[in-house]
């Protein structure tokens, strides 16, 4: 998901594993880099900055900003 502000983007990628809050962390990081790329992209092709980046896991309903 991609959300234009004035300041520039936000990221914002829907996982759909199904982990507990203990394994949330370890799996955020394990996307770091795909999320990383998407905001990459999102930048070049939309000729604006990326601002935050995060991943919202589905379950268990939490959210990680990455920087």
Same mark, same amino acid.
């Given at each position: 998901?991609?959300?234009?502000?004035?300041?520039?983007?936000?990221?914002?990628?829907? #996982?759909?594993? &199904?982990?507990?809050?203990?394994?949330?962390?370890?799996?955020?990081?394990?996307?770091?880099?795909?999320?990383?790329?998407?905001?990459?992209?999102? &930048?070049?092709?939309? #000729? &604006?900055?990326?601002?935050? #980046?995060?991943?919202?896991?589905?379950?268990?309903?939490?959210?990680?900003?990455?920087?």
């Amino acid at each position: 998901m991609l959300v234009q502000t004035p300041q520039g983007l936000l990221v914002i990628d829907l #996982k759909t594993d &199904s982990i507990t809050t203990e394994q949330a962390p370890d799996r955020a990081e394990l996307y770091r880099g795909q999320l990383n790329h998407y905001a990459l992209a999102a &930048s070049a092709i939309l #000729k &604006s900055p990326t601002t935050t #980046k995060w991943l919202y896991f589905l379950t268990p309903a939490c959210a990680f900003e990455i920087k």
